[in-house]
């Protein structure tokens, strides 16, 4: 996901109270012999990035790379306005309960695909039942448990049935990674469509099109004429879209000023470097992403699915790598603290987020304790030291993860407790593998879909979640479902604690980090602001 990940809205970052922790950088263009293009407004935007495509698909995927080209590219029932992370109708009219659990969208008349297909009730039922069918284990499927069926009186009007009633995410879910309308003409009901067969079918209906596609090297993208929603026209001619192998190169573009705007991932360092760059200028805030490691509930030490399997001597293994990770030095000395540490599964600046991990493990103040760990291995009967393969990826969530992991490394092996084997791999490989039990514990990240706590919980600890790493807790589910329809802000804000304190205990994942929102800016482009949603569209950015 973020993985999931930024997930919505214009460039450069907008974000809300907690906005999705991303690098945003634009060269100033225009200087010293850089090819960007600088004040020419006729020209498209160059963008550079070292972010992964898995599938523009919308039901094959759920990552930050893809979702940053759905972005650009797919119409959305709801959307966020800058400066605030509520949701209002985009290409829709309306959208509001008629009853506790009918949802009804009217969508506006004369919606059109770039192809000249009509976009209608029919293509927005199509894209929900869709990736429901489809339930890929890299896809999205995971946000839409509440839906039960989806009517269509008429053309323009769309019925959500819902499971649950008074659904308080249900809005946000609609302008989430499991709500870009597709076109029924092109897009396959039952498998993930071909990118190439997406573009070909020029089935796009958001602010832009794409008009040439070579994935994860090079995308061009034109202002789209027939756009309706209320996110208004591209204020550019155009964006073209680098993907980079390596942040060093982006790096190197940026302060030469070959591109107009950088985003994911520099290293802390790179950003330090950049800031003294006379071409840009820096802006920063809160950050809403998140690191963790996940475990897999049947391949870890002592798993299900293991040999030895035994459930409390894996809890205790948990328990002891808990008892020894030091974030405040991996967000120090990784990253120059433009991470804080983590100490509960929802960050901090969201309503009901604790740090229920704080207390339970290490000294209790946030720092490690190898004796307690120690002491925590021995009641269990564990002889020491035990083998960890732990997994992480050196591509998708910046450069500095081969830091970050060797950093926890040498943590967990503190006193000769735990041995661990560290390997990584390739984005797009590493995001299959981790859905089928190819890692016993493995690095993954969060970038928000929408501003509520349950972002932070339905996805990760539903019994059938987005981590698909076999946790299963009837009673951290049944409070995901009663806080989901709470209307009681106070109580559900309560109820939000209680799955923290209560995932605490499984240790289902591990938090490390919170991200912090930091952006670096071109001197001449301008429309680049850190506001209240998770917005990250191409459309206001101009010179």
Same mark, same amino acid.
């Given at each position: 996901? +973020?993985?999931?990940?930024?997930?919505?809205?214009?460039?450069?970052?907008?974000?809300?109270?907690?906005?999705?922790?991303?690098?945003?950088?634009?060269?100033?263009?225009? *200087?010293? =012999?850089?090819?960007?293009?600088? *004040?020419? +407004?006729?020209?498209?935007?160059?963008?550079?990035?070292?972010? @992964? %495509?898995?599938?523009?698909?919308?039901?094959?995927?759920?990552?930050?790379?893809?979702?940053?080209?759905?972005?650009?590219?797919?119409? #959305?029932?709801?959307? +966020?306005?800058?400066?605030?992370?509520?949701?209002?109708?985009?290409?829709?009219?309306?959208?509001?309960?008629?009853?506790?659990?009918?949802?009804?969208?009217?969508?506006?008349?004369?919606?059109?695909?770039?192809? *000249?297909?009509?976009?209608?009730?029919?293509? !927005?039922?199509?894209?929900?039942?869709?990736?429901?069918?489809?339930?890929?284990?890299?896809?999205?499927?995971?946000?839409?448990?509440?839906?039960?069926?989806?009517?269509?009186?008429?053309?323009?009007?769309?019925?959500?049935? $819902?499971?649950?009633?008074?659904? &308080?995410?249900?809005?946000?879910?609609?302008?989430?990674?499991?709500?870009?309308?597709?076109?029924?003409? !092109?897009?396959?009901?039952?498998?993930?469509?071909?990118?190439?067969? %997406?573009?070909? *079918?020029?089935? #796009?209906?958001?602010?832009?099109?794409?008009?040439?596609?070579?994935?994860?090297?090079?995308?061009?993208?034109?202002?789209?004429?027939?756009?309706?929603?209320?996110? =208004?026209?591209?204020?550019?001619? =155009?964006?073209?879209?680098?993907?980079?192998?390596?942040?060093?190169?982006?790096?190197?573009?940026?302060?030469?000023?070959?591109?107009?705007?950088?985003?994911?991932?520099?290293?802390?360092?790179?950003?330090?470097? $950049?800031?003294?760059?006379?071409?840009?200028?820096? !802006?920063?805030?809160?950050?809403?992403?998140?690191?963790?490691?996940?475990?897999?509930?049947?391949?870890?030490?002592?798993?299900?699915?293991?040999?030895?399997?035994? /459930?409390? @001597?894996?809890?205790?293994?948990?328990?002891?790598?808990?008892?020894?990770?030091?974030?405040?030095?991996?967000?120090?000395?990784?990253?120059?603290?433009?991470?804080?540490?983590?100490?509960?599964?929802? /960050?901090?600046?969201?309503?009901?987020?604790?740090?229920?991990?704080?207390?339970?493990?290490?000294?209790?103040? =946030?720092?490690?304790?190898?004796?307690?760990?120690?002491?925590?291995?021995?009641?269990?009967?564990?002889?020491? /030291?035990?083998?960890?393969?732990?997994?992480?990826?050196?591509?998708?969530?910046?450069?500095?993860?081969?830091?970050?992991?060797?950093?926890?490394?040498?943590? $967990?092996?503190?006193?000769?407790?735990?041995?661990?084997?560290?390997? &990584?791999?390739?984005?797009?490989?590493?995001?299959?593998?981790?859905?089928?039990?190819?890692?016993?514990?493995?690095?993954?990240?969060?970038?928000?879909?929408?501003?509520?706590?349950?972002?932070?919980?339905?996805?990760? #600890?539903?019994?059938?979640?987005?981590?698909?790493?076999?946790?299963?807790?009837?009673?951290?589910?049944?409070?995901?479902?009663?806080?989901?329809?709470?209307?009681?802000?106070?109580?559900?804000?309560?109820?939000?604690? &209680?799955?923290?304190?209560?995932?605490?205990?499984?240790?289902?994942?591990?938090?490390?980090?919170?991200?912090?929102?930091?952006?670096?800016?071109?001197?001449?482009?301008?429309?680049?602001?850190?506001?209240?949603?998770?917005?990250?569209?191409?459309?206001?950015?101009?010179?």
């Amino acid at each position: 996901m +973020s993985l999931h990940h930024p997930r919505r809205g214009r460039l450069v970052l907008a974000i809300g109270a907690i906005g999705a922790s991303a690098v945003v950088l634009a060269g100033c263009a225009g *200087g010293g =012999g850089g090819n960007a293009t600088g *004040g020419n +407004s006729s020209a498209p935007l160059i963008v550079g990035t070292t972010d @992964k %495509i898995t599938s523009i698909d919308p039901a094959g995927s759920y990552d930050n790379g893809s979702f940053a080209v759905m972005n650009q590219v797919y119409p #959305f029932l709801l959307n +966020s306005k800058y400066g605030t992370a509520d949701v209002t109708p985009d290409i829709a009219t309306s959208a509001e309960f008629t009853s506790p659990t009918e949802y009804t969208v009217k969508l506006k008349s004369g919606l059109k695909f770039a192809n *000249g297909h009509d976009l209608t009730s029919s293509d !927005v039922k199509f894209s929900f039942d869709r990736v429901i069918k489809i339930n890929d284990p890299n896809g999205p499927a995971s946000l839409l448990g509440n839906l039960a069926s989806i009517a269509t009186p008429d053309a323009t009007t769309v019925v959500f049935t $819902l499971k649950n009633p008074n659904d &308080q995410v249900w809005p946000q879910i609609l302008s989430s990674p499991a709500a870009p309308i597709v076109d029924e003409q !092109v897009f396959s009901a039952d498998k993930v469509t071909p990118d190439d067969d %997406i573009v070909k *079918g020029d089935a #796009f209906a958001g602010q832009y099109k794409i008009t040439s596609y070579k994935v994860n090297e090079l995308i061009n993208y034109v202002p789209n004429a027939d756009y309706k929603g209320e996110l =208004g026209a591209a204020d550019n001619k =155009g964006i073209t879209v680098k993907y980079y192998a390596d942040a060093s190169n982006l790096k190197l573009d940026v302060g030469n000023g070959d591109i107009d705007v950088a985003y994911r991932s520099l290293s802390a360092t790179d950003v330090a470097d $950049l800031s003294k760059n006379s071409k840009v200028q820096v !802006v920063s805030g809160p950050g809403g992403e998140i690191r963790y490691i996940v475990f897999n509930f049947n391949t870890m030490p002592f798993g299900a699915k293991t040999a030895n399997a035994d /459930p409390a @001597k894996a809890l205790a293994v948990r328990q002891a790598m808990a008892d020894l990770v030091d974030r405040d030095k991996i967000a120090s000395d990784v990253y120059k603290n433009t991470y804080t540490p983590l100490y509960s599964y929802v /960050p901090k600046g969201l309503t009901g987020a604790n740090e229920a991990l704080k207390g339970l493990y290490g000294d209790g103040k =946030g720092g490690p304790d190898a004796d307690k760990a120690k002491k925590t291995l021995a009641d269990a009967g564990i002889t020491t /030291p035990v083998e960890l393969n732990l997994q992480y990826n050196g591509d998708h969530y910046g450069p500095s993860s081969g830091d970050e992991y060797a950093a926890v490394k040498s943590q $967990l092996e503190a006193g000769g407790l735990f041995k661990v084997n560290l390997a &990584q791999t390739e984005w797009v490989q590493y995001s299959k593998d981790r859905t089928t039990d190819t890692y016993p514990m493995y690095q993954l990240g969060w970038f928000p879909d929408y501003s509520d706590a349950d972002n932070y919980l339905t996805p990760f #600890f539903s019994k059938d979640n987005f981590l698909v790493n076999h946790y299963d807790n009837a009673d951290v589910q049944s409070l995901i479902s009663k806080q989901a329809t709470e209307t009681d802000a106070s109580a559900r804000a309560d109820e939000i604690g &209680q799955i923290q304190d209560l995932v605490a205990k499984d240790l289902s994942t591990l938090p490390l980090l919170q991200g912090t929102q930091v952006a670096i800016v071109g001197k001449d482009v301008k429309g680049t602001t850190l506001d209240g949603s998770f917005k990250f569209r191409y459309a206001p950015l101009h010179k």
